[in-house]
């Protein structure tokens, strides 16, 4: 399994930014895919997932409102929509996936989110 993340980059607080992932092979419906992120200094948090048969979402507390995931399976892409961005998810986010929760078994390579205040 292969992961290819993309977006990401610099955005004033109160800005959009949205991520891509891309994942390879054959996807199955049970399959989760996910976002988490690290700051610097900070462990590693889960930010959001979704479930590729039936769409089901999750939200981290921190962003619920603000982001939304989603994912087109005839691209076996996921996405990350960020609004209303704050300093405080200024963080490296990776893309991952796994057949299980939390979907974490396979990860991307790391695209950097920055928002200045």
């Known amino acids: 399994v292969q992961l290819q993340a993309s977006g990401g980059g610099l955005v004033q607080a109160g800005g959009s930014l949205n991520l891509s992932c891309e994942r390879s092979?054959?996807?199955?419906?049970?399959?989760?895919m996910g976002w988490f992120r690290q700051a610097p200094g900070k462990e590693r948090e889960f930010v959001a997932s979704?479930?590729?048969?039936?769409?089901?979402?999750n939200y981290a507390e921190s962003v619920k409102g603000r982001f939304t995931i989603s994912r087109d399976r005839t691209k076996n892409t996921a996405y990350l929509q960020m609004t209303n961005l704050k300093p405080e998810d200024t963080a490296v986010y990776y893309c991952?996936?796994?057949?299980?929760?939390?979907?974490?078994?396979?990860w991307g390579q790391g695209t950097q989110v920055t928002v200045s205040s």
């Open positions: 092979g054959r996807i199955f419906s049970s399959a989760i």
């Open positions: 991952t996936t796994g057949s299980s929760w939390p979907p974490d078994q396979y």
């Open positions: 979704v479930r590729w048969g039936y769409g089901t979402v």
